[in-house]
């Protein structure tokens, strides 16, 4: 199936303790050019993400942003070290000896020396998070794809229509130079009628003129190697199902403007020329649009 590179996709996937939500969008590109947007939290998962999107793109600069939440019903737990307030209440009761002083000390007081009370960040499992990310970026992967060939499909058939124009162009061609050809024996052959008057023409002279200007103004090998290629980028839009058929569409094209510029500069009447130029500029179109197909 015909892919474009531009498209764009969305996923989004909820775990125990995380939601996820991934954004892409991609653009024409000779190669694949990806760029992920994410929290430092998720970098140890780029490798993994990235070799995930190779299994559904080929070419496109794609864009990729991904976020993440913490939906845990607490994230934050609050532990007593017994074994330091223990330590603190020691040095305590040495003082007072020491010293003679009161042992004041009271929970509240005792709580706020340092590590007596700690709070620490829950950390949800790891795992988890990779396969949350994981589902939300193979949604956005499926959705991409989808969009891309939705694309393909309406170019390649914008493509084949262009196509059937411009085969409709080279038959015009062909047959106007047919036509060419006996007008400017006809007119020689009137011309140097003018010149000898009664006298006989030569028709073997009037027959090696036309086989020169024949051979100046002549394009069938021109249209021969166009419809081919015409007939080659066609059958590739239909199957559809070749990897990496853009560069392929696109080498066809070049070829088929270089047979369209070698008609151009051999027309010698008005109406080839005018044709040849529509030809160009259907051609210059399809190679505008492939430049889009991965």
Do not use: W
Request: net charge negative.
């Amino acid at each position: 199936m015909i892919k474009s590179m531009t498209g764009f996709g969305r996923g989004e996937a909820t775990g125990t303790n995380y939601k996820v939500s991934v954004e892409m969008k991609s653009v024409n590109h000779r190669y694949l050019d990806l760029s992920l947007k994410m929290s430092r939290k998720l970098n140890a998962y780029e490798s993994d993400l990235k070799a995930i999107l190779k299994q559904y793109l080929n070419r496109g600069k794609v864009d990729i942003y991904i976020a993440y939440e913490n939906i845990s019903e607490s994230d934050v737990t609050i532990q007593y070290n017994k074994d330091v307030a223990k330590k603190y209440l020691e040095i305590f009761r040495e003082m007072q000896e020491e010293f003679q002083l009161e042992n004041d000390v009271r929970v509240g007081s005792l709580a706020r020396f340092p590590e007596v009370v700690v709070t620490e960040n829950k950390d949800p499992e790891e795992e988890e998070l990779f396969e949350v990310t994981k589902q939300a970026f193979v949604l956005a992967c499926e959705q991409m794809k989808n969009a891309r060939e939705q694309e393909g499909s309406h170019l390649a058939k914008d493509l084949i229509e262009k196509l059937d124009g411009m085969l409709s162009m080279v038959d015009y061609i062909n047959e106007h130079s047919e036509e060419i050809l006996k007008d400017y024996r006809n007119k020689l052959l009137s011309r140097v009628q003018e010149v000898l008057g009664d006298t006989n023409v030569d028709e073997s002279r009037i027959a090696t003129e036309v086989v020169l200007y024949a051979d100046k103004i002549c394009v069938d090998e021109e249209m021969v190697r166009l419809r081919a290629h015409i007939s080659s980028m066609r059958d590739a839009l239909v199957k559809g199902d070749e990897e990496g058929i853009g560069r392929k569409l696109d080498f066809i094209a070049q070829e088929m403007n270089r047979e369209a510029n070698t008609t151009l500069s051999k027309a010698n009447n008005l109406e080839i020329s005018n044709k040849a130029i529509d030809l160009k500029t259907e051609i210059e179109k399809v190679r505008e649009q492939i430049q889009n197909i991965e």
